[in-house]
């Protein structure tokens, strides 16, 4: 494992999700509602912020290393499977929804993995589709914990929608990737 300022952001983001969650479960009365929807929201997008921050890092820096390559997505991961699950158990996000995204990214992280044994992680690489949901999906997720009206703008109603939207182009994104990978699925099935 290498030590190097793209990794350290990194792990950073993976530090801040305990803090992101507790946020939401302090003792009643320690802090506002209203402070802890933006304090969340502030942290989620730091965090959005510094997924292209360590990945711009390491190319300009010349510090890209397997372990980076691998930690990177797992953040990624965790920090947005956390993110739907407190919005869950608070009653901003349905389910459903939140089940489709978990899901598709255990998936196709699955599918990757398996690719990469056969020698054709390529065939499975990041497409257009998988970043217009990744976009929708980063938009929802800190509307969802703002949670509080603004003017002119229904974040709940907004929020709620856009991941939606987002659970769609899961999906969508989901059977794209799983199509380019069907026929080396089969062979390797065989």
Do not use: C
Not at 8 to 26: E, Q, S
Not at 38 to 54: G, H
């Amino acid at each position: 494992m290498r030590w190097n300022i793209p990794n350290l952001i990194t792990w950073g983001r993976i530090a801040l999700i305990p803090v992101f969650v507790l946020l939401f479960y302090l003792p009643q009365g320690w802090l506002r509602l209203e402070v802890v929807n933006l304090w969340a929201t502030i942290i989620f997008t730091a965090a959005a912020i510094t997924d292209w921050l360590d990945g711009y890092l390491a190319r300009r820096l010349g510090q890209q290393s397997r372990f980076g390559a691998f930690l990177d997505p797992v953040a990624d991961k965790l920090m947005v499977a956390a993110a739907l699950i407190v919005l869950v158990d608070l009653g901003r996000a349905h389910a459903l929804a939140a089940l489709i995204i978990i899901g598709r990214e255990i998936t196709i992280s699955a599918l990757r993995e398996w690719m990469a044994e056969l020698g054709n992680r390529g065939s499975v690489a990041v497409a257009f589709i998988g970043k217009l949901k990744t976009t929708v999906q980063l938009i929802a997720i800190p509307v969802l914990l703002y949670w509080s009206p603004l003017p002119h703008f229904d974040t709940p109603f907004w929020g709620q929608a856009m991941l939606w939207l987002a659970a769609l182009l899961t999906i969508v994104s989901m059977i794209y990737y799983l199509r380019r990978a069907w026929p080396l699925l089969r062979e390797g099935m065989t």
